[in-house]
Each structure stands twice: as C-alpha cells, then as structure tokens.
C-alpha cells in the first residue's frame, strides 16, 4: 500500500454544528494524497451522523468511542496514522486549501521535522479578534524564514511573547514524532502544551510559514472562553512538571525554565479567583519547585486578590 503523504487527525466532540466546514475545508485541498481519521469521542449531538455522510466524499477512517477528551483521542488517531506526515484540526476550525500542500512541500525541500503557520481567530458573525486580544495573534511565521533547532526558535518566540502552543498550526513528520516518543498526555487540560515544548526541545530543523491557513473559530464552548477552573490548574502543573525533567539537555535550559514561568504566570493572572486552597498550591509549587519563576507584584496580586474563600 502506497504511504499517504499527510495523516489529519480530528477529534470530535459535539461539534456538529461546525463540523462540516472543517471536513469541507479537507476536501478542498489542493493535496489529494491524504487520509483522515476522525475520533468520535463520545458525541452526543450529530456529529456521528455527519462524519457518516463525509466518509464517501473523503478518504477517512472513523473511530467511535466512549467519551475520554481530546488527548486520548488524538493518540488513538497517532495509532493508526501512516502518513510521511501529521496534522492536528479541530473539528470547529478550517484550513486553506493549500495548506497542506504548502507544508509538505517546505518540510520535503528544508528537511524540517516541522514546519509553523499563521492563523486568524473569528467569532461567530465573522469578526477578526487578533486586534482586540493578543493571544489571539497568531501572526509569527515571518520572524523564522529560516530552518533552526526547536529550543533556538522557542526561546526567541518566548521572549519576543509570540510562542503559541497549538498543534493545529503546525506540520509534524511523523518519523520525528515517533522516534521522541512525542504524545498527547492523557487525562488534562492544555495537552498541547506539553506536546508542543516536546517537539520544540527535540527538532532539529523548525521554520515558519508567514501565511495565515489556519481559521480558528471561537465561540462560547471554546476552550479559550471557558471559566478558569481547578482543572486548568491541575493542567498547568502537570505539563510544569513534565517540562521540567524532559527539558534536561543543556541547549533546553533557558527556554525550559521560561517556558515553566510563562505557565506560573498564566496561573497567577487567570486565577484570582480561584478558592484560597487552591491558591496555596499555586503558591506552594512557585516558591518550592519553580522559585526561579517567583515575581512579587503578580504572585501578592494573585494571592490576596479576594476569591472564593473556604
């Protein structure tokens, strides 16, 4: 059997009604040679039903499962992938239709182990968000035209403030991620920030694409627009703690620790609200696992802003 040249992996979660744009936007593709496999995780909408109306129209493999979350359904595609490379959608997102092509064509000619590109985040009626929030400025591609080593690009992307983690903006080859044992961790929240630092610290050869193919959609049930919980805490910490032993080689060091400060300082700015014993733990974890990631002003701020007490 001839080897696909891309493998998009979709998990789906009740997403029914957005989920048809993503699947056209695969259909369109300028690239023909690719498979799709898409993870029904559980849904309970018409999700299940519409994959089965795309399955004649793509090249797709539908797995259906009960309901374990996006990183266990990732990895089930990961399983099962047998394309030269890997793309990550989401299921309530689109890409260009030369997107894929684009890609492959960069990673072929550069020899990348990955390859990044732009995005623009829009809501439902249409409007552009980037200018109204900045982490919804997915614009970086144009500062790396160049193949570097992953902790080279993530440490300027850090201290330019332009490293997003989203798997859905780049282009893996799946022989990179197979050899560095690359996974989604299962079981948390903010998975693809554990994801993307790993294939950050072991690429070789990163470059970005300064082309906006990846439209991403916010709505009321994205996870950018959900109520900062215990379980963004418990997500932080575990991938803090991940970072921090698989981050170990020399060339990791700096970026490493940025990285693990950048998660600190996410804690300290979206959790002010969050009931004081979970304050502590946060508090507990900065000042005796990541001092070096101590800062007074956001650290009292964080914690003697009133929040649900006991």
């Not at 799946?174 to 994801?195: C, Q, S, Y």
């Not at 996870?223 to 418990?234: E, G, H, I, L």
Request: aromatic share 12%; net charge positive.
């Amino acid at each position: 059997m001839i080897r696909p040249r891309v493998s998009v992996i979709i998990p789906v979660y009740n997403t029914g009604k957005y989920l048809g744009d993503a699947l056209m936007s695969l259909k369109k593709q300028t690239l023909n040679d690719i498979e799709v496999i898409a993870i029904d995780d559980g849904s309970t909408d018409n999700s299940a039903e519409i994959l089965q109306e795309w399955s004649s129209k793509l090249d797709m493999v539908i797995l259906t499962k009960k309901n374990a979350g996006q990183a266990a359904a990732r990895n089930d595609g990961l399983d099962i992938a047998a394309g030269d490379y890997i793309y990550f959608l989401d299921s309530d997102d689109w890409i260009d239709p030369n997107t894929l092509e684009s890609c492959v064509a960069e990673c072929d000619k550069n020899n990348l182990d990955f390859v990044f590109f732009d995005a623009v985040s829009f809501t439902g009626d249409g409007k552009i968000l980037e200018s109204q929030n900045k982490w919804f400025d997915y614009h970086r591609g144009t500062q790396y035209p160049h193949a570097q080593p992953g902790p080279v690009v993530m440490n300027d992307m850090l201290r330019r403030k332009l490293y997003r983690c989203s798997v859905c903006m780049s282009l893996f080859r799946r022989t990179f991620l197979m050899k560095n044992a690359i996974r989604f961790k299962d079981g948390i929240i903010h998975e693809d920030e554990l994801f993307s630092a790993l294939a950050y610290f072991n690429a070789d050869r990163v470059k970005g694409l300064s082309r906006e193919f990846y439209h991403r959609r916010i709505h009321d049930d994205s996870t950018m627009t959900r109520v900062f919980s215990k379980k963004n805490v418990d997500g932080y910490l575990a991938v803090a703690k991940d970072v921090q032993r698989e981050g170990r080689r020399p060339e990791c060091w700096t970026v490493r620790k940025k990285l693990v400060s950048s998660y600190m300082l996410s804690l300290m700015h979206n959790g002010g609200k969050l009931d004081f014993k979970t304050k502590c733990r946060i508090a507990f974890e900065i000042l005796f696992k990541y001092p070096y990631a101590f800062k007074l002003k956001p650290f009292t701020s964080f914690l003697f802003k009133k929040g649900r007490l006991l």
